[in-house]
């Protein structure tokens, strides 16, 4: 089974307005580490969040936001007020204790002027 | 603060050549290092991951191999480049292996074997 599954190759916002992309995982550790991050067209990863298994509140940064919900096993991205610097692939990432990090196949997002 | 340096940023070499990609972590010692590579549109693939110096494990058997001279310095080679070697590789460090350790990752290399 998947680790990591992201099920949206690609999605369009409008600017300024708010969006979700999904991400389910499959784990049986009680702990681990679920992240985000954004591949712009450079080819940089850059981390945006990060939400541990024993986190009870959804972990912000700015205007970036992890919808956590542990028992769905997701933790789909929230990025409010869009912005065209936005557009990139955004990857979905999971750690289990130990060398693990399981990546996504990632969402491509697209935001419309 | 820690940064890791990822060279070259492009590489364009012809079946059959050597290749040698660099990365270099400042700041932090006895950094978890790794090597990954994205085929284009794909997602990430491990190749090799190194958890002190000479210490080198393979994830995916191929004509790359990696190596670790020094404590934060990662080196990924190989003797005959293959058309499939093509790819963008990312040098990723990481402080320790507990579930709450991100990466962090390196510029990456776009390599084209022609």
């Known amino acids: 089974a998947q680790k990591i599954t992201q099920t949206q190759p690609g999605m369009f916002v409008q600017e300024k307005e708010a969006v979700t992309l999904d991400c389910t995982y499959d784990?049986?550790?009680?702990?681990?580490?679920l992240f985000w991050y954004k591949q712009p067209s450079s080819g940089e990863m850059i981390f945006l969040i990060y939400?541990?298994?024993?986190?009870?509140q959804n972990a912000t940064e700015g205007r970036y936001s992890l919808n956590f919900q542990k028992a769905r096993k997701s933790a789909n991205l929230v990025i409010s007020a869009s912005q065209l610097g936005d557009s990139a692939m955004y990857f979905c990432a999971m750690r289990e204790p130990g060398n693990q990090f399981y990546f996504g196949t990632g969402t491509s997002l697209t935001v419309i002027p | 603060s820690q940064t890791i340096h990822q060279w070259p940023a492009t590489l364009v070499q012809p079946v059959g050549s050597p290749l040698s990609l660099e990365c270099t972590v400042e700041?932090?010692?006895?950094?978890?290092l790794y090597w990954y590579r994205q085929a284009a549109g794909r997602g990430l693939q491990l190749l090799f991951y190194s958890v002190g110096i000479g210490q080198i494990s393979s994830e995916v058997p191929q004509n790359l191999s990696a190596s670790r001279p020094q404590d934060r310095q990662f080196i990924l080679s190989s003797k005959k480049l293959l058309l499939s070697d093509s790819g963008f590789y990312l040098c990723?460090?990481?402080?320790?292996?507990?579930?709450?350790?991100?990466?962090?990752f390196g510029s990456g290399t776009r390599l084209t074997v022609v």
């Open positions: 784990t049986s550790d009680q702990s681990y580490g």
């Open positions: 700041g932090t010692s006895n950094p978890n």
């Open positions: 990723a460090w990481s402080l320790g292996t507990g579930h709450y350790y991100g990466y962090t």
């Open positions: 939400q541990g298994s024993y986190d009870e």
